[in-house]
């Protein structure tokens, strides 16, 4: 009789060890439906047979929830990362429905890249273990340092990580530099995440998207955007993603940039950056007590800011304390984190056509186009003119403050242009 109750109670024990296991997986699916709005999102992972509820039981049966990323990473076990051989299920992309004349116009420019060579492609890919030996050694480096180098990755506080877009359905971050060809960049996330629709069909060639929809941000799932969709989750999600997927972001000369900024934002007529920028520039920098409202009036008057006092304004101290600097010209380190990210490629906008082909042959995704930039791009050789204007002590200070983007990326100091 004891005997028999011993048993009972054995088999009693098991039986609630395996109700609570049970319970246990219950709670966190319905958990996880009430974290956010959206419900957990991951196509790959949900689509696969070995899906959720296997590793669930099996971590469950475990009872080791408290290692959290742990247990994420094991439940999000997905086909991604950067063994291109292991990216699979990518939906074929629908054909364009550009007009073929176009497509011509664009391959007579020198853009189709059906004939590269294998030897060509191992450069490439030297070149790219260079620059990312380079970032590896300099984070390193203790001699080396810049604002924020230190901090953790969790210390990023959330609007920080605006820059960084994901897509689930290839495994790729882009972070997005405004100025480094960023807008087809953007462009081509859109395609490869299918996050725009154009009459209920996702945008299958870059080259279709508008251009106002391209920088609307609600067209981009970027990381600071995580903590409305997966609430507690989101630092643990942005960790495994950052392990697993293909990282990338494109950077350009810092002082070709500013002069591209400029170019863009204060020499064609906009009034965003009119108001925003150049009225105060024109009151602090020019003497101006009262300037006009709109752009136009501004330049029919004659009116314009210099590049000289965009420098300034740079410069200014004041400028900072008001606000962080505008993205088309905040520093890369600034919006891209490159101590904190491992970026799996680095590419420059000095080498555009080269690094956009390999970038998307890495990503198995050659079957879209680079969009090519018709635009009047900057050219480095045009640095001198326009630093002409600028007193020798300010283009030295200009350099103090982006001296971490020009190391970072391997831009030589520009000598030149920093002795008298
Ligand atoms: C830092 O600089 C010192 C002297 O300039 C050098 O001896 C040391 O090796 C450097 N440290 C690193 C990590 O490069
Ligand atoms: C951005 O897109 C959303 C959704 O499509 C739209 O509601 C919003 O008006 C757009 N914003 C701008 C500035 O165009
Ligand atoms: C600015 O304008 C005021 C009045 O027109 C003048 O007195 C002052 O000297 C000017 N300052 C500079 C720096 O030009
Ligand atoms: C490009 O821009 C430069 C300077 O803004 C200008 O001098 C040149 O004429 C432009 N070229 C074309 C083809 O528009």
């Avoid at 790959?44 to 590793?55: D, E, I, K, Q």
């Amino acid at each position: 009789m004891a005997l028999l109750a011993r048993m009972t109670k054995a088999r009693l024990f098991r039986l609630s060890v395996v109700v609570g296991s049970l319970f246990m997986i219950l709670l966190i699916i319905v958990y996880w439906d009430n974290v956010g709005t959206a419900h957990f999102y991951l196509h790959t992972t949900l689509s696969r047979p070995r899906g959720v509820l296997p590793t669930v039981a099996k971590e469950g049966s475990r009872g080791s929830f408290s290692d959290a990323d742990n247990f994420m990473e094991e439940l999000l076990d997905s086909p991604h990362g950067l063994d291109p051989a292991r990216k699979t299920e990518q939906t074929p992309l629908r054909p364009s429905s550009r007009p073929l004349a176009r497509h011509l116009e664009e391959n007579i420019r020198g853009y189709d890249w059906s004939t590269r060579d294998t030897a060509d492609t191992l450069d490439r890919e030297k070149l790219q273990a260079e620059r990312r030996r380079t970032l590896r050694e300099l984070c390193a480096d203790y001699n080396f340092t810049f604002p924020t180098k230190d901090r953790s990755f969790d210390d990023i506080p959330n609007y920080e990580l605006n820059h960084l877009i994901v897509d689930d359905r290839h495994g790729v971050i882009y972070c997005y530099v405004p100025k480094v060809a960023c807008t087809n960049w953007k462009r081509v996330m859109i395609v490869l995440s299918e996050s725009l629709m154009e009459q209920g069909v996702p945008y299958a060639d870059p080259l279709d998207i508008p251009r106002e929809h391209v920088h609307n941000t609600s067209s981009h799932f970027t990381f600071n955007k995580f903590w409305r969709r997966y609430g507690k989750f989101s630092r643990h999600l942005m960790k495994i993603k950052l392990k697993k997927y293909t990282k990338f972001l494109f950077v350009r000369d810092p002082f070709v940039r500013l002069i591209s900024a400029f170019r863009s934002k204060f020499e064609l007529e906009n009034d965003e950056f009119y108001r925003r920028f150049a009225v105060p520039m024109l009151k602090l920098y020019s003497n101006h007590t009262s300037v006009p409202t709109s752009v136009s009036a501004a330049f029919e008057a004659g009116l314009r800011v210099t590049f000289s006092d965009f420098i300034r304004y740079l410069l200014d101290p004041r400028t900072e304390k008001l606000a962080p600097f505008n993205e088309h010209w905040r520093q890369v380190y600034r919006m891209c984190h490159p101590c904190q990210i491992e970026y799996d490629f680095v590419g420059k906008l000095e080498s555009l056509d080269e690094d956009a082909a390999h970038l998307l042959q890495l990503l198995k995704v050659d079957h879209l186009r680079f969009p090519p930039s018709y635009r009047n791009r900057t050219a480095s050789s045009w640095e001198e003119d326009w630093f002409a204007s600028i007193p020798v002590a300010w283009r030295r200070q200009l350099y103090k403050l982006y001296e971490a983007d020009f190391v970072l990326f391997g831009y030589p100091k520009p000598e030149h242009l920093l002795k008298n």
